[in-house]
């Protein structure tokens, strides 16, 4: 009797200490979310999170989200179009996870958007058969809301693109 008293006592104990070392951190759990409005725009970097455009691809929805080994397939004359998680105020690169299907060279070019209606083009790579990380520099940082990337050479070929990012400058 005596000793589960104290086993009672100790286990009240336990959960008070529990609840004041909790309370603290689940507080800290929800100041990162307010700092996240005041960060940096050199912090910001931003997957794409909707397919917006499918001309001449196969499924778009694998360059969606963070890098996985699997792309969307754009074929000779076809572009994917996506939109970012949020808008970047501040965009200063474009980074691309592609690689090259099919025959002789695989080339995409990339454009961005802030309104889905006026694009600017940032440049282009040759892919490589494996999959590699291209960067795009914006010479000026811009808001960017949508990317499309667009086939752009290698008619037996196909640009497979397994994800991008933008990132503040
Ligand atoms: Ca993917």
Redesign the pocket.
Known sequence: MRVSSLCLIAIALVCVVAAMTLAPSAQGEEFPLQAGVTVAPSDEAVYGARVIACDRCIGAE???????????IVLAGGSVTLELARSISGCGLVVV?AAKGGWGAGKFRVYVSDNAETWEEIGGRTCTPHYRVYELDLDRGRAVRYVRIEHDGGWVSAVL???LQAKGE
Do not use: I, L
Not at 62 to 72: K, L, S, Y
């Open positions: 694998e360059a969606v989200g963070a890098p996985d080994g699997r792309g969307a996870w693109v397994d994800a």
